[in-house]
């Protein structure tokens, strides 16, 4: 076969490990009011830190354990919890994906639950959110770095930690659950900081510069609905990496972020000392930067303590996805070099009830298990009749190449696409007809754009165990716009033990009344 399945693997090939070691994190989860943006409201916090969660900082192929004790106590929010490490493979260790009902029940309130896996050779920029309801809307969510002591692009900067994150969301002055369709944000939050029309003029989030020197940014959207457009006023940014995966040096001026979606750039401290807007604009609705809304700061060293003058700065190099390629120039893409060139290929066809607003992939609503698919298949459970939820469960055979497309003629607005456990080849982009077989850009999270878009993708089976494929839009999650992957399930038993504490979570789960749930 052209391209054939194990030579497209070698981003997830193991990593020597000398030099590995063990990071060792404590997460205790709960509730508390808190004022990002100077309105005050209760929320989720991850070790007291409002709006966004501690940074998870480790290195190319570390062991992490991360203890996760629930102490929350809002049922208004959920009092049960899980952690989910976005664009990790977890390969040997599907347990600890951290997604309720496919990889694992909910933490119980008053219990803890160590999460415990290896990055093999991952490295670059990923993040860390619940995947339990709406949870990560109200604050559980933070940034997680997987530094390369050998990264190919290290001459092109001086500083890379965590002063160069930049982490965007979405905030909002009342409970997830009480968030309309056309409901929109009170406005972006930039590392945890921002304001709101007619709200107080707080302190924005400040990133310091030195001139003269050149800093690997990493920028996460860690929103529940919005893309966003992200510039820094009179600064291009030289694009190194996409979700997790290197890729050759692209400069431009402006980068749409999808929902979870990352990238590095870098960024040259090259203007006078100053001031500069970091801008953050949502893409999904109108909105601007008025007293510094959707905004962050970049300040030189010695610059005074203001906020930056409004600055005429065109953003005619605008970042689009088919201009991305790999770094790694000897990836090929798995399978036939034409659209159906695979072993199996799926279309994944949304379609929203307008009345409802309930999601329907290929005809059926998402609806989450009462016992997780991980757990039903070391249960015995191995085919798509007997795997629940029935209908949105697909067996794909091991080490196969896996196109799926995604035809939008049902959907008017963008969808981010986010898949567990792999890395993708995106051979056909959204606002593009064109297909590249070539060298196109992988990585985990997609816009499946819109109307006439037919966004589509390839991957190799070779991690097994189900993984979800959902809009990474919470609500529309949460309304069903999902399906599983039940990747190898006769070799998942072998190929992904699960724990004693694991096997606990359910039987602790399902015995709480609904208030603790």
């Known amino acids: 076969m052209w391209g054939k399945a194990l030579k497209h693997t070698s981003f997830l090939a193991l990593a020597t490990l000398a030099s590995a070691a063990t990071k060792d994190t404590e997460f205790v989860i709960s509730n508390a009011v808190v004022a990002p943006d100077g309105f005050s409201r209760s929320a989720i916090v991850i070790n007291g830190s409002p709006a966004v969660g501690p940074l998870v900082a480790a290195n190319k192929g570390d062991n992490l354990r991360i203890k996760v004790t629930n102490d929350l106590t809002d049922e208004s929010m959920n009092k049960s919890t899980t952690v989910h490490w976005h664009g990790i493979f977890q390969h040997h260790s599907n347990a600890m994906d951290g997604t309720a009902f496919v990889t694992q029940c909910p933490i119980a309130p008053e219990k803890s639950f160590l999460y415990n896996f290896t990055v093999d050779s991952q490295a670059g920029t990923f993040w860390y959110h619940s995947h339990f309801n709406l949870q990560y809307c109200e604050g559980l969510r933070g940034p997680l770095v997987l530094y390369d002591p050998n990264d190919p692009y290290s001459h092109l900067y001086d500083v890379d930690d965590a002063s160069t994150i930049l982490t965007l969301m979405d905030w909002y002055h009342v409970n997830a659950y009480d968030v309309a369709a056309a409901d929109n944000p009170a406005g972006i939050l930039i590392n945890g900081l921002g304001r709101y029309p007619g709200g107080p003029n707080v302190d924005l989030s400040v990133t310091t510069v030195q001139q003269g020197k050149r800093y690997r940014m990493r920028v996460v959207n860690m929103a529940c609905k919005p893309h966003i457009l992200l510039s820094i006023d009179m600064h291009n940014m030289t694009v190194i990496e996409a979700d997790g995966q290197e890729t ?226 919470d609500w529309h999650l949460y309304r069903g716009m999902a399906v599983v992957f039940a990747e190898d399930p006769n070799g998942t038993t072998k190929a992904d033990p699960v724990n004693s504490a694991w096997q606990n979570l359910c039987p602790v789960y399902d015995s709480l009344a609904p208030s603790d749930q």
Not at 352 to 364: A, H, I, K, S
């Open 248 to 473: 050759l040096p692209l400069v431009v001026n402006q980068i749409p972020v999808y929902v979870g979606q990352r990238y590095s750039f870098i960024l040259e401290a090259n203007q006078p000392v100053d001031n500069y807007w970091i801008r953050a604009l949502p893409g999904s609705y109108p909105s601007n930067f008025s007293d510094g809304l959707n905004s962050g700061i970049l300040r030189y060293e010695g610059a005074p303590a203001t906020d930056p003058a409004n600055r005429t700065w065109v953003l005619n190099n605008v970042l689009d996805e088919t201009n991305l390629h790999p770094l790694n120039t000897t990836l090929a893409v798995p399978g036939l070099p034409y659209p159906g060139g695979a072993d199996v290929s799926i279309n994944i066809v949304s379609i929203m009830d307008n009345t409802t607003l309930l999601f329907y992939m290929n005809g059926v609503i998402y609806e989450s298990p009462s016992t997780p698919v991980l757990l039903q298949i070391l249960s015995g459970a191995v085919t798509a009749s007997q795997l629940a939820p029935h209908g949105l469960v697909y067996t794909l055979p091991h080490n196969k190449v896996i196109e799926l497309s995604f035809p939008t003629e049902f959907l008017n607005t963008p969808h981010p696409f986010h898949l567990h456990g792999h890395a993708f080849y995106v051979v056909r982009s959204a606002n593009s007809t064109a297909y590249n077989y070539v060298n196109p850009v992988v990585r985990d999270t997609v816009n499946i754009g819109a109307n006439t878009d037919n966004v589509t993708v390839r991957f190799v089976t070779d991690n097994s165990g189900p993984w979800f494929l959902h809009c990474h839009i």
